[in-house]
C-alpha cells in the first residue's frame, strides 16, 4: 500500500466543463506527481510538486492546472477539459529512503470527457 | 526530449520459459533506473531496482549497461501471474522525475 488515495475513481463529464482531480497521501512526502496514460503513449508527466506550494511543468502540462496547499493533497484541474484529456490520471508520491528512493503510484482515476 | 524505449510486445511464451526485455535510455546523465510491473487496470508497482551491479530477486535478474544505455530484465521460471505489463524507466537529468518506456507486454501461458 503506497498511502496514496485518488478521487473520483471514475469521471464522465463534457466537453468544456471544469474538472478536478485529488490525490491525497498519508505520509507526509515532499514529492507529488501526476501522470497521464494513453494507449500507444505510455506514463507521462503532467505537473509535479516538491513542497507546498512548489510545482513545476512536466512533458504534458498544456491545459492543466495544479494546485498543493497542504503537504497531503495535490489537485490537478482541467480548466474546460476536452476530448484528448480522456484518459486514465496516476497521482504518485516520492518515497525517500528506508523505501526505495522512487515513485508510488496510486490508484488512478478513469476520466471520460464526452 | 530525453526518451526511454521498449519493445511493446506482446511476448507470449509458456509456462516455465526464460524471457527478457531490453530498454534503451537516451539520457547519458541519468542516475537511476527501475523496472515498474502493471497488471490490467490497475496502476504500476515497483518491481526492482536496477544497478550496473546486477539485481537479482528470486526469479528476476535487472542489469544495467551504461556504456550502451539499456536495461534488461530477466525472467525465469515464467509463472502464469507473471503476466503484465512491465515498465522501464529511468530519473531524469535534474532527479526529480521519471521517464517511462510505453511497456512491454507479457503473456504467460499454460
Known amino acids: 500500500d503506497a498511502g496514496i488515495t485518488q478521487s473520483p475513481r471514475h469521471k464522465v463529464t463534457e466537453t468544456g466543463t471544469p474538472v478536478t482531480l485529488r490525490c491525497h497521501q498519508t505520509?507526509?512526502?515532499?514529492?507529488m506527481y501526476w501522470y497521464r496514460q494513453d494507449p500507444g503513449h505510455g506514463l507521462r508527466l503532467i505537473h509535479y510538486s516538491y513542497g507546498v506550494k512548489d510545482t513545476d511543468k512536466g512533458e504534458v502540462s498544456d491545459g492543466y492546472s495544479v494546485s498543493r496547499s497542504k503537504t497531503e493533497d495535490f489537485l490537478l484541474t482541467l480548466e474546460s477539459a476536452t476530448s484528448s484529456q480522456t484518459s486514465v490520471y496516476f497521482c504518485a508520491i516520492r518515497k525517500p529512503p528506508p523505501s526505495t528512493d522512487t515513485q508510488y503510484f496510486g490508484p488512478g482515476t478513469r476520466l471520460t470527457v464526452l | 526530449r530525453k526518451e526511454v524505449e521498449q519493445d511493446p510486445g506482446p511476448f507470449n511464451v509458456p509456462e516455465g520459459a526464460t524471457v527478457a526485455f531490453n530498454c534503451t535510455y537516451s539520457?547519458?546523465?541519468?542516475?537511476?533506473f527501475f523496472w515498474y510491473r502493471q497488471d490490467c487496470r490497475k496502476e504500476p508497482k515497483l518491481l526492482m531496482s536496477v544497478y550496473s551491479s546486477g539485481n537479482e530477486d528470486g526469479r528476476f535478474t535487472a542489469q544495467l549497461n551504461r556504456a550502451s544505455q539499456y536495461i534488461s530484465l530477466l525472467i525465469r521460471d515464467s509463472k502464469l501471474s507473471d503476466s503484465a505489463t512491465y515498465l522501464c524507466c529511468a530519473e531524469d537529468q535534474a532527479g526529480t522525475a521519471l521517464i517511462f518506456g510505453k511497456g512491454t507486454t507479457l503473456s504467460v501461458s499454460s
Open positions: 539520457n547519458s546523465a541519468s542516475q537511476s
Open positions: 505520509e507526509n512526502h515532499r514529492y
